[in-house]
């Protein structure tokens, strides 16, 4: 959006030389619009989108703006001072008018630019501020720019100047909107849900620990919503529009754990058959999310603590070390300080993770949510699976309360989605929660591969290897269950490997 021939008018107001003999721009209207209409300038493209407000108490400024911007395509409003801005702006947006842009004097009577500029932030979804002074000095821009100004220009206004502070406001303007647009979208997508004191505690911990970039640990049992809490500490914290990257520290084989996390140069070990960026380089700007930290081999352990004391990793293969600027968020239901006593886990890796520590409490703890997260999880399911809403029946929410959910909020969700499957009407009841709980039909999981192993079904499997999913899937999910969903314990009591395990509960859904 260029705008050269603007700046060959010279100034927009006082005493700069233009090409133009006599009053320059803001100080005659005539001068003004022939200037601007004997100019050949391309517009700004999309200009006709924007509203602009021009604050000002000098009317030949905010006339010479508001034709300057008019002439670009704009659509222009004007105020006096910030106290007429301010009403502009309610009228406008009564009237479902946004603005896009605000470009403000600073001295004025009757609230100034930086006290419009403050009253401005305070509002959600305000419009970014360009502030413009006859007086500017360096301390005055450093504080309209700390307390949220764009731009800060300076009169004699340069023509050039301004379109320029203009197209670089409304773009920052669009992606601050994506950015809260997004925000929104995502925090949709990982509610936290409980109005029970223990969340509200662990919700005013999390924004508490979003505004600073420590590590923190998240602590709790399997199930209890560790996952959720770290992906609604990284929305809160200004990192949010960045990275979240998750890594399951169990799920990954020991010998291949430094190339998943660090990366590796092409050719650096057998199979590196391309050069690969690790988690933690994926996560610059943004969070690293270190799931079953307390899963992590030794060896890793060692690389991973040297990563986060010097900001810096080295790919495998390569001898060149790459700055990475990352939050770590760890997760673990394991007890780490019991791990360290046992030297299973590094005690300088533990103190360095565990500055901020997070514990979600299990569900028995708050138990009053349960009702709260069953329809949230209803409405959820009922979604997916393009279902009318349904409910809960009295009995099922008087039967809700009297489980121990070893399981936490992952069974109570998992215990839902079964009576779902079985339930025909618009309201579940307890008896299709028992139907459940003595483990019945939903022994197969309602979803995915297994969704038709109900009953005999699974022999009705289309192929043979549909067959074999679905027997797997149900084996699976039935030792899960037979040990409260404990992950571990299920591999030692089937004798396999932890991270073979994680791999086949990822592949049958099985860890939600
Ligand atoms: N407070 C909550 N509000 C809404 N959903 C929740 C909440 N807590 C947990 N969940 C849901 O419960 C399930 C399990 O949560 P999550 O994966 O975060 O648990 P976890 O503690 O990480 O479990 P694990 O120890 O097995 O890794 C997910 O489906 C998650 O969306
Ligand atoms: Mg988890």
């Not at 997260?373 to 009318?388: E, I, Q, V």
């Amino acid at each position: 959006m260029p705008a050269p021939a603007l700046a060959t008018v010279g100034s927009l107001c006082q005493d700069v030389p233009s090409r133009f003999e006599g009053p320059h721009l803001g100080s005659d209207r005539a001068e003004t619009e022939l200037a601007l209409t004997t100019m050949t300038n391309k517009k700004m493209s999309g200009a006709s989108d924007h509203n602009i407000l021009v604050v000002d108490d000098d009317a030949d400024i905010r006339l010479a703006l508001e034709m300057l911007l008019k002439y670009e395509g704009f659509s222009v409003w004007t105020a006096k001072n910030g106290r007429e801005a301010l009403q502009r702006l309610e009228l406008e947006t009564t009237a479902g008018n946004r603005a896009s842009l605000v470009i403000s004097d600073v001295k004025m009577p009757d609230l100034d630019g930086l006290g419009l500029l403050e009253e401005l932030s305070r509002r959600p979804n305000s419009p970014p501020v360009v502030l413009v002074s006859g007086h500017a000095d360096v301390p005055m821009a450093v504080e309209a720019v700390q307390k949220g100004a764009l731009d800060f220009l300076e009169k004699p206004l340069d023509q050039n100047r301004v379109l320029v502070s203009v197209r670089g406001a409304l773009r920052q303007g669009l992606l601050t909107q994506e950015n809260q647009t997004l925000r929104a979208k995502l925090a949709d997508r990982y509610p936290l849900v409980g109005t029970s004191a223990a969340m509200e505690e662990l919700r005013s911990q999390i924004a508490r620990a979003a505004v600073v970039v420590a590590p923190v640990l998240i602590t709790g049992e399997n199930g209890t919503g560790k996952e959720v809490v770290a992906r609604n500490l990284h929305l809160a914290s200004n990192r949010a529009t960045g990275p979240f990257i998750a890594v399951n520290c169990a799920a990954i084989p020991a010998e291949l754990i430094e190339s998943e996390l660090f990366g590796h140069e092409k050719g650096s070990f057998t199979g590196a058959f391309e050069t690969r960026v690790g988690h933690f380089e994926a996560a610059d700007g943004g969070t690293l999310f270190l799931d079953e930290i307390g899963d992590m081999p030794l060896a890793a352990q060692a690389k991973v603590l040297r990563a986060l004391e010097t900001r810096e990793i080295t790919r495998v293969g390569s001898t060149v070390s790459r700055e990475v600027d990352i939050r770590v968020v760890a997760a673990t239901n394991a007890d780490l300080a019991a791990a360290v006593e046992e030297k299973a886990f590094r005690m300088d890796l533990f103190y360095r993770l565990n500055v901020i520590p997070l514990r979600v409490p299990p569900l028995r703890d708050h138990i009053e949510d349960v009702e709260a997260l069953s329809a949230h999880f209803l409405a959820d399911l009922a979604a997916r699976c393009g279902r009318a809403k349904i409910g809960l029946s009295e009995d099922a929410k008087a039967l809700l309360q009297t489980i121990a959910f070893p399981g936490n909020v992952r069974q109570l969700r998992n215990l839902l989605e079964g009576a779902m499957v079985f339930s025909a009407g618009d309201q579940l009841a307890a008896t299709d929660l028992d139907l459940i709980l003595r483990g019945g039909p939903a022994l197969a999981s309602p979803t995915s591969a297994s969704a038709a192993a109900v009953g005999g079904e699974i022999f009705d499997a289309p192929t043979f290897e549909e067959f074999k999913n679905q027997s797997e899937a149900l084996f699976f999910r039935r030792k899960l269950e037979a040990n409260g969903g404990n992950i571990k314990r299920t591999a030692e009591d089937l004798g396999m490997q932890r991270s073979h395990m994680y791999r086949k509960l990822e592949r049958y859904d099985l860890r939600r």
